[in-house]
């Protein structure tokens, strides 16, 4: 928290903008691996 008492966000804007590319990616091949997909399809995502 900063000095106003309020939430500081410490990422950066990049970082925000790859998270937000990266993440519904990242779900689907945690999904993938719970199914029990091999990582050669992970291509596919």
Do not use: I, W
């Not at 939430?7 to 937000?20: H, I, Q």
């Not at 993938?32 to 091999?38: D, F, H, L």
Request: charged share 20%; hydrophobic share 40%; proline share 7%.
């Amino acid at each position: 928290m900063n000095q106003d008492s309020e939430p500081m966000n410490l990422l950066c804007s990049g970082y925000k903008t790859f998270f937000a590319h990266a993440l519904p990616r990242l779900l689907r091949m945690v999904d993938a691996m719970k199914n029990g997909y091999s990582p050669k399809y992970y291509q596919l995502f």
